[in-house]
């Protein structure tokens, strides 16, 4: 009976321990950086072309560094916030961090780059929009 009384806090605090490791982190500002956990991918990446629409948004260029194993990466994704601001006519530039070519420097994803300034953290579609000052 100890024996398996023993075990069982074992696997509890195996559990417990492993829960804080893999638990994002918070950053100043409030904005949270996911850490890379590995899990089967669920969106795919591929974004087509942007068409030549008159953008209702001042800064019409924007990248945005993801990855597929990235919880806060897929957030973006499900806000639907590539497309809302592609309907806007931003030119949004998505990389893959495990695949395409990555220009800035930065820890985590998803990170955004807006007229060069790097801002890693989940921004919703409304908190992009207001940085890249749309309509």
Same mark, same amino acid.
């Given at each position: 009976?100890?024996?398996?009384?023993?075990?069982?806090? $074992? %696997? @509890?605090?195996?559990?417990?321990?492993?829960?804080?490791?893999?638990? *994002?982190?918070?950053? +100043?500002?409030?904005? #949270? &950086?996911?850490? $890379? %956990? @590995?899990?089967?991918?669920?969106?795919?990446?591929?974004?087509?072309? *942007?068409?030549?629409? +008159?953008?209702?948004? #001042? &800064?019409?260029?924007? %990248?945005?560094?993801?990855?597929?194993?990235?919880?806060?990466?897929?957030?973006?994704?499900?806000?639907?916030s590539?497309? #809302?601001l592609?309907?806007?006519?931003?030119?949004?530039?998505?990389?893959?961090v495990?695949?395409?070519?990555?220009?800035?420097?930065?820890?985590?994803?998803?990170t955004?780059?807006?007229?060069?300034?790097?801002?890693?953290?989940?921004?919703?579609?409304?908190?992009?929009?207001?940085?890249l000052?749309?309509?």
């Amino acid at each position: 009976m100890n024996k398996l009384l023993l075990i069982g806090i $074992l %696997i @509890v605090v195996a559990v417990l321990i492993t829960l804080l490791l893999l638990w *994002p982190t918070e950053k +100043e500002e409030g904005i #949270v &950086i996911e850490k $890379l %956990i @590995v899990e089967e991918p669920v969106v795919e990446s591929v974004i087509e072309e *942007p068409q030549t629409i +008159e953008s209702s948004c #001042v &800064i019409t260029e924007i %990248i945005f560094y993801h990855s597929e194993h990235c919880g806060f990466c897929k957030q973006v994704w499900n806000d639907g916030s590539v497309e #809302v601001l592609t309907e806007l006519g931003v030119n949004v530039d998505v990389r893959d961090v495990n695949k395409d070519s990555i220009d800035h420097s930065f820890e985590g994803v998803p990170t955004f780059v807006v007229e060069g300034e790097v801002l890693t953290g989940y921004r919703n579609t409304d908190q992009l929009k207001e940085l890249l000052e749309c309509k």
